[in-house]
Nanobody, 122 residues
C-alpha cells in the first residue's frame, strides 16, 4: 500500500485546512485509515481514525469538535478537515493505514505516507 498525503500549508489561527491522503495498492480501499501528527522534537501522536466503511470515527481529545475525518472509498482517499486551527496544531501530519490494534499506537499501523506540513500562525 502506498499513501500520499497533501493539502498542508500555512494558515492563521482560527482558519481551516483540509488534508487528503490518496491510497494505492493492495486492499487500499478497505483498510482502516488514520492521521497522526508530529511536532518538532516531539513524538508522533494520534489525531483521528476512521473505520473501513466510514461509519466509525475516533479522535484525540485535543482535536475533538474541531477536526473531522472522512473517506471516499471509490477514490481511495481519506480526508482530515481541520477547523478552528490553533498554533499548537502546527506539525507534520501523516496518514496511516491497516491498523491491527490500538489506534493510538504508531506500532499498530502498517503503512505510512510521507507527511505534509501544517503551520498555524498566531
Amino acid at each position: 500500500v502506498q499513501l500520499q498525503a497533501f493539502g498542508g500549508g500555512l494558515v492563521q489561527a482560527g482558519g481551516s485546512l483540509r488534508l487528503s491522503c490518496a491510497a494505492s495498492g493492495r486492499a487500499s480501499s478497505t483498510s482502516t485509515m488514520g492521521w497522526f501528527r508530529q511536532a518538532p522534537g516531539k513524538e508522533r501522536l494520534f489525531v483521528a481514525a476512521i473505520s473501513r466503511s466510514g461509519s466509525s470515527t475516533y479522535y484525540a481529545d485535543s482535536v475533538k469538535g474541531r477536526f473531522t475525518i472522512s473517506r471516499d472509498n471509490a477514490k481511495k482517499t481519506v480526508y482530515l478537515l481541520m477547523n478552528s486551527l490553533k498554533p499548537e496544531d502546527t506539525a507534520v501530519y501523516y496518514c496511516a493505514s491497516d491498523n491491527s490494534g490500538n489506534y493510538y499506537l504508531t506500532a499498530m499501523w502498517d503503512y505510512w505516507g510521507q507527511g505534509t506540513q501544517v503551520t498555524v500562525s498566531s
